[in-house]
Each structure stands twice: as C-alpha cells, then as structure tokens.
T-cell receptor
Framework: AQSVTQPDIHITVSEGASLELRCNYS??????LFWYVQSPGQGLQLLLK??????LVQGIKGFEAEFKRSQSSFNLRKPSVHWSDAAEYFC??????????FGTGTRLKVLA | NAGVTQTPKFQVLKTGQSMTLQCAQD?????MSWYRQDPGMGLRLIHY???????DQGEVPNGYNVSRSTTEDFPLRLLSAAPSQTSVYFC????????????FGNGTRLTVT
C-alpha cells in the first residue's frame, strides 16, 4: 500500500536560513508527488508537483523539490526562509488516478 | 473566480444532531472530495466523487453521507454527530484523473459536544 512519511513534526529555522523538509514515500511505480502549504485557518495551497521529467521542480514562493527515486524521497527546499513561510507543509503522493495519500505534515516556525 | 467554497466556517453540534456541510466549486471539476484533518494524522479521505451521480467511500467514511447531484456541489452529511467527529473538514476538487492538483476550500471547523 502507498504511504507517505514526513519524519519531522516541527522544524524551527531562523529567518534567512535555508530550509529542507523531508518526505519519503512508498509506492511501486513512479508516483505523482506534491507539496502543499497550509497557513493558519486556511485550506491547502499547492506549492509544486512532480509527474515526470526533470527531477528538480520549481514551485511558487521560491520553493523547489527534488525527486530521488533511489531514496524514495521528495524533499522540499528553500534557500532563504522568510517569516511569512511559517505554516504547515504537507507532502502527498498519487498513483495516477483520483487517489491521493497525504503525509502527517511538518509545522515550520520561523525565528526573527 | 471563487474556486472551492465551504460553508459554514465554524459549527458546534450536540451529540446526536445532524447537519450538512456545504461545498461548491465553480471550476467545472470532475473530481470532488471531503477530507478531515486531525492533529498528527494529516488529511484523511472521507468520501469522493468522480462526477455527478457517482460517489465512493474513502478511508474514514463511517458516520458520513454524500451525494453529487450536480457537478458544482458536493455536500457532506453527518447523520448523528459524535464527539469523535470533532475535526476540521476540507472539501477539495480537481480537474480529472492522473492526479491533477487538488484545489481546497478554507475548511469547516466542527466541534461536537
């Protein structure tokens, strides 16, 4: 069965520092991979997605993610974090149908 | 363009009461779904629909009912509310298969006392 693991429940970084949020998935074929961001009191917003092709994908708000098949990972990165990036981040995987599996989320805190 | 609209934003129910959470989208999306979000558990799929007249169960369907009479609307009914249904509920839609990205509403926070 498919699964998604986000090993870090909470992460705290200083403003201006780099960020990497981890996501590991379990799926037999090449998955469809997503990162979503949820600001307090809001729904989830798509940051970026990977379907095929270049394994490094660029998203909105300066985020990028790299698909590494050998490690079953799709980690999210940002070179310099802004205070407005404080939010909860969800990794999700799909199998090319209507089904999506979400990770449990990583809550990001940004120190001024 | 409103996207996905959920009402109400907040609701408090007593155990045993019923209610309907509304969800409407104006993007002509085939796929609509309901998730519940609980701390430490991420999002869990309750029910979904791949088109008008077609619905199916997700991971946690017990205690919930859905119908899809139009492309735009996908209401979620709580038949007899229980404290375990205290959660934040999200409606989401997407264009079609092949895991098109989901568009989410802003959620309904439900408390059952």
């Amino acid at each position: 069965a498919q699964s998604v693991t986000q090993p870090d429940i909470h992460i705290t970084v200083s403003e201006g520092a780099s960020l990497e949020l981890r996501c590991n998935y379990s799926y037999g074929a090449t998955p469809y991979l997503f990162w979503y961001v949820q600001s307090p009191g809001q729904g989830l917003q798509l940051l970026l997605k990977y379907f095929s092709g270049d394994t490094l994908v660029q998203g909105i708000k300066g985020f990028e993610a790299e698909f590494k098949r050998s490690q079953s990972s799709f980690n999210l990165r940002k070179p310099s974090v802004h205070w407005s990036d404080a939010a909860e981040y969800f990794c999700a995987v799909g199998e090319g149908t209507y089904k999506y599996i979400f990770g449990t989320g990583t809550r990001l805190k940004v120190l001024a | 363009n409103a996207g996905v609209t959920q009402t109400p934003k907040f609701q408090v129910l007593k155990t045993g009461q019923s209610m309907t959470l509304q969800c409407a989208q104006d993007m002509n999306h085939e796929y609509m779904s309901w998730y519940r979000q609980d701390p430490g558990m991420g999002l869990r799929l309750i029910h979904y629909s791949v088109g008008a007249g077609i619905t199916d169960q997700g991971e946690v369907p017990n205690g919930y009912n859905v119908s899809r009479s139009t492309t735009e609307d996908f209401p979620l009914r709580l038949l007899s509310a229980a404290p375990s249904q205290t959660s934040v509920y999200f409606c989401a839609s997407s264009y079609g298969p092949d895991n098109s990205p989901l568009h989410f509403g802003n959620g309904t926070r439900l408390t059952v006392t």
